[in-house]
């Protein structure tokens, strides 16, 4: 089976706490990367990850994803060459939109988003590869702006999207896109025939290991249901082909999460990296999160390395 990077997600719910032992049990089970969110108003997404970082030696620790809305990107591009110095090519990051609700709440909703994005994004970018910026859009405003240490290398900088602007906007602008749990193959492709061979596709994905695979698939369909039903995702639907409405079949779970017995789950893996994955960041379902990584490193990952 083909292998891509396997990383896990820490779900921000979760006290902040708990991070730097989570990084520090991934790095031990051999996985390649840790993800942390950035939602109101848990933690910071910046200083969350160098708490990771600072506790492990070489897990690659992702923010996914940064609202673009509350982010200066000067500012923004010295947090992250900060980071980017202190622990080299081990710094992903991912910008968005933010969660829509939590925009207006702060008062950070910008009236055009797809411009905000690539504003946002485009400046930071330049910025972390060295380059001398000055630029007057309808959303940033910077004159004469230049790191003192661009870092070398700098930052994998992608976009947290799934739509049709929001993919262009990170072929011209970033270096790829981070698409969030509910991500099919068929999205993953989509994705991919958009950037193109060279560009990072990241994916969150829903994850239950289980003997019994309609045990895992029941675990799952609860949340596959409530991710419909709020419709904020409408091309993952789509091209996941679940249906809009009645029941979540077990075919509709097996398309948009890794769910299942061990060899189940790795040939979901496989069929994502196929389809165009860089790297599959699991999200645990259910009671024994710890139990789930475990036997992801134990029962499933050596089954795509076996190949």
């Not at 500012?75 to 939109?97: D, Q, S």
């Not at 249901?225 to 409408?234: A, H, I, L, N, V």
Request: proline share 7%; with cysteine.
């Amino acid at each position: 089976m083909l292998l891509t990077r396997l990383g896990v997600m820490f779900q921000a719910s979760r006290p902040v706490r708990e991070l730097p032992e989570l990084a520090r049990r991934a790095e031990a089970l051999g996985l390649d990367e840790l993800w942390l969110a950035e939602d109101c108003f848990l933690h910071s997404g910046p200083a969350a990850a160098a708490a990771a970082l600072a506790a492990t030696e070489d897990l690659s620790v992702g923010i996914g994803l940064l609202p673009v809305s509350v982010r200066n990107p000067a500012i923004a591009a010295m947090e992250l060459a900060t980071l980017a110095n202190l622990y080299p090519a081990r710094t992903p990051v991912a910008f968005g939109h933010g969660v829509e609700a939590w925009m207006r709440q702060i008062g950070a909703r910008p009236a055009d988003r797809i411009v905000a994005l690539e504003e946002v994004v485009g400046t930071v970018r330049s910025l972390l590869h060295g380059d001398h910026v000055s630029f007057t859009g309808r959303t940033v405003s910077i004159d004469n702006v230049e790191l003192a240490s661009p870092p070398d290398p700098p930052p994998t900088v992608l976009i947290g999207t799934t739509g049709q602007r929001g993919v262009e906007v990170a072929g011209t602008t970033a270096d790829g896109v981070l698409l969030p749990e509910g991500a099919s193959e068929g999205a993953v492709a989509w994705v991919r025939e958009a950037l193109g061979p060279d560009r990072e596709i990241v994916v969150y994905s829903w994850l239950r290991i289980d003997d019994d695979a309609d045990r895992a698939r029941a675990a799952v369909r609860p949340l596959v249901r409530t991710w419909r039903g709020r419709r904020t995702y409408p091309n993952l639907v789509r091209l996941g082909d679940v249906p809009v409405d009645g029941d979540v079949e077990d075919g509709a779970v097996d398309r948009v999460a890794i769910a299942g017995t061990p060899e189940q789950c790795a040939a979901a893996v496989a069929r994502l990296a196929a389809a165009g994955a860089s790297t599959v960041v699991v999200v645990p379902v259910g009671d024994g999160a710890s139990e789930q990584l475990e036997r992801l490193s134990a029962d499933v990952a050596p089954l795509l390395e076996r190949s």
